[in-house]
């Protein structure tokens, strides 16, 4: 299984291109998750079509250009909506896909709307690609840390989607002192490695428990 832990959705990127090449192939097929919004900004099909839909989604054309990069047909992306989508639809959606995308923004309300949906077991039955940015990249561990920002006041761990539990992420990484205070928190409370993937300029890579860094990732261990 492949896993791609990203920071924004800018995936044809000059130092992303080379190696997300090899696993991205013109002929599979994407679900995007679009699960990860925020309640006091999408309250409605309207809400969510601004920022999705193919008619006026703000990050609409970013997302399928993004695959178009790699030759992937608009035909082969579909996205999963919260009000328009059933429970069985939005599973028959993943189990169709080759490529799980799940979006940045809120990850804790995306695992309650994947709970909310019953897609858990759906997902993690998935054995091609997992990929996302942000909240779509902690997402994709058995448990993730927050570090205080505009959206979650105060640092706090979270239960992901259990594919990977080697290590933790920083998201977003600019060298701050909150953000170096929760990584040192993180090692002396978990013991693990933490990845702190720079800005829009750091990704991992895990293809099938093989872990590989991509452009700006800083290593953290214990000491």
């Not at 989604?57 to 608009?74: H, L, N, Q, V």
């Not at 994709?140 to 989607?161: A, I, N, V």
């Not at 693990?192 to 720079?198: D, E, I, M, R, W």
């Amino acid at each position: 299984m492949i896993h791609i832990l990203l920071e924004g959705y800018d995936i044809d990127a000059v130092w992303l291109y080379d190696e997300l090449k090899k696993y991205i192939k013109p002929t599979h097929t994407v679900v995007v998750v679009a699960f990860s919004f925020r309640d006091n900004r999408v309250k409605s099909i309207t809400d969510w079509n601004l920022l999705y839909s193919k008619e006026n989604g703000k990050y609409y054309d970013g997302i399928t250009g993004g695959f178009a990069s790699y030759g992937i047909p608009e035909e082969n992306i579909t996205f999963i909506n919260y009000f328009t989508d059933t429970k069985e639809s939005a599973a028959q959606k993943i189990e169709k896909a080759d490529i799980v995308y799940f979006l940045g923004g809120l990850p804790d309300r995306m695992m309650d709307r994947i709970k909310e949906f019953n897609l858990y077991d759906t997902l993690m039955r998935h054995d091609g690609i997992v990929m996302g940015y942000s909240a779509g990249a902690v997402i994709q561990l058995s448990e993730y840390h927050l570090s205080p920002d505009g959206d979650y006041p105060e640092f706090r761990y979270y239960k992901g989607l259990p594919y990977l539990d080697s290590f933790y992420i920083e998201v977003h990484y600019e060298g701050t002192d909150i953000q170096n205070e929760s990584i040192q928190r993180v090692i002396a409370e978990r013991g693990k490695t933490v990845y702190a993937t720079s800005l829009r300029s750091g990704a991992i890579l895990v293809d099938n428990g093989k872990i590989k860094l991509i452009g700006n990732v800083k290593v953290y261990n214990k000491v």
